[in-house]
């Protein structure tokens, strides 16, 4: 069983930039971002192999986004930038104990608690 805490969420304008972080309690494979805002389905975001030389992203963030892993202290990351509202929701951390990215929410193993990011007009 792995535990996974995520930090870093706050409020932030238009423009802002934000870095999450997901504290895991043991080894994992593939780790993924995912977010849900209010009324609306749990989304993939991002997602990063087991040894960081695979990214996947979701069309909206790729160019604004970027997921990061360090092993060596079980964490991950995603460092966003030029946020906008619509990219209010909580984040969630996800682990997969595959080593193939999925963008499926079912595949994921393990979850976080998730982080709120809003972020203001």
């Known amino acids: 069983q792995v535990q996974l805490v995520e930090s870093g969420g706050g409020l932030v304008p238009a423009g802002g930039s934000l870095r999450l972080s997901c504290a895991a309690s043991?080894?994992?494979?593939?780790m993924a971002w995912f977010r849900q805002a209010p009324g609306k389905e749990r989304e993939f975001v991002a997602g990063?192999?087991?040894?960081?030389?695979?990214?996947v992203y979701a069309d909206g963030v790729k160019e604004r986004f970027t997921i990061s892993r360090d092993n060596a202290k079980n964490a991950l990351y995603l460092q966003m930038h030029n946020l906008k509202p619509e990219d209010t929701a909580v984040y969630l951390c996800?682990?997969?104990?595959?080593?193939?990215?999925?963008?499926?929410?079912?595949?994921?193993?393990?979850w976080g608690q998730g982080t709120q990011v809003t972020v203001s007009s």
């Open positions: 996800a682990a997969d104990r595959s080593l193939a990215i999925h963008q499926a929410m079912g595949s994921y193993d393990y």
């Open positions: 043991g080894r994992t494979n593939v």
């Open positions: 990063i192999s087991w040894n960081g030389g695979r990214t």
